[in-house]
């Protein structure tokens, strides 16, 4: 399904959208569909239809094996993971929209996106999972004044109908090095020990929430500390997952 500002669309394909439909949060048509338009809606589910690493929510190319190599050699501590879409054009604006320009209303958009593909590729999950978004580093908070994994946690919880654990969870002192300059395996060097989970979860399941997955190396972490803290499962659902172009080496 082409997008009409993308290429000359018929003008009777556009008949029948209300005059007073609200805009599509991303290209500015007026929707009748919601915050996003059918078009967008399209471009953003298409891709998150592809063949992915049930782990860590990887796009992979045809004919690939299940697992990717990162998750194959056991390197990731996630029973399953599920993205809304990936983190490329036009899904970038949505991310790019809520974090940067701090436009919160964006959190219901990406939330509802989220929850669609969790309830179609997501295992079931008990009423006593909680639902912990990973932290922020305290530099990023103080510039952008608010915690993104913490606001689409709360409002996947609500609409999985579970709980929502915004605050057991502390980052240890440690470097606050920008992430986005190590590669892979310096990634995850970092992040070891990076979290500590300040309740027990005996024998609960765990349901992390972040906003881009691009390594794996932050959720990794935390969930190997949820584990030390007794969870029996730990997934995660994430907006947008990095695709392998995008993947540092």
Same mark, same amino acid.
């Given at each position: 399904?082409?997008?009409?500002?993308?290429?000359?669309?018929?003008?009777?394909?556009?008949?029948?959208?209300?005059?007073?439909?609200?805009?599509?949060?991303?290209?500015?048509?007026?929707?009748? @569909?919601?915050?996003?338009?059918?078009?967008?809606?399209?471009?953003?589910?298409? &891709?998150?239809?592809?063949?992915?690493?049930? =782990?860590?929510? $990887?796009? !992979?190319?045809?004919?690939?094996?299940?697992?990717?190599?990162?998750?194959?050699?056991?390197? $990731? @501590?996630?029973?399953? *993971?599920?993205?809304?879409?990936?983190?490329?054009? &036009?899904?970038?604006?949505?991310?790019?929209?809520?974090?940067? @320009?701090?436009?919160? #209303?964006?959190?219901?958009?990406?939330?509802?996106?989220?929850?669609?593909?969790?309830?179609?590729?997501?295992?079931?999950?008990?009423?006593?999972?909680?639902v912990i978004p990973v932290p922020s580093q305290r530099r990023a908070l103080r510039r952008r004044g608010f915690n993104p994994a913490a606001v689409l946690a709360k409002r996947v919880a609500h609409a999985?109908?579970?709980?929502?654990? !915004?605050?057991?969870?502390?980052?240890?002192?440690?470097?606050?090095?920008?992430?986005?300059? !190590?590669?892979?395996?310096?990634? =995850?060097?970092?992040?070891?020990?990076?979290? =500590?989970?300040? #309740? &027990?979860?005996?024998?609960?399941?765990? $349901?992390?929430?972040?906003?881009?997955?691009? *390594?794996?190396? *932050?959720?990794?972490? $935390?969930?190997?500390?949820? =584990?030390?803290?007794?969870?029996? @499962?730990?997934?995660?659902?994430?907006?947008?997952?990095?695709?392998?172009?995008?993947?540092?080496?």
């Open positions: 399904m082409a997008h009409p500002l993308f290429r000359r669309e018929s003008p009777h394909r556009l008949v029948g959208i209300p005059l007073l439909a609200r805009p599509c949060v991303l290209c500015g048509l007026r929707s009748q @569909s919601g915050a996003l338009c059918r078009f967008c809606r399209h471009a953003l589910a298409t &891709p998150a239809q592809d063949l992915r690493c049930p =782990r860590c929510a $990887l796009a !992979l190319p045809p004919l690939a094996l299940l697992a990717c190599p990162d998750c194959g050699a056991g390197q $990731l @501590s996630l029973q399953a *993971t599920v993205a809304g879409f990936d983190y490329e054009h &036009p899904g970038d604006m949505l991310i790019h929209a809520f974090k940067i @320009s701090r436009r919160l #209303e964006m959190a219901a958009v990406l939330a509802e996106l989220m929850v669609r593909q969790w309830h179609r590729y997501g295992p079931g999950l008990g009423p006593d999972c909680r999985l109908g579970l709980s929502a654990r !915004l605050h057991i969870v502390v980052a240890q002192p440690r470097l606050e090095q920008a992430q986005k300059f !190590l590669g892979r395996q310096a990634r =995850r060097q970092a992040m070891r020990g990076a979290f =500590r989970v300040l #309740e &027990p979860l005996q024998g609960g399941d765990v $349901l992390l929430v972040d906003d881009v997955l691009t *390594t794996g190396a *932050t959720l990794d972490a $935390l969930a190997r500390a949820c =584990r030390v803290a007794g969870a029996r @499962s730990v997934y995660a659902l994430v907006a947008a997952r990095a695709p392998w172009k995008l993947k540092l080496p």
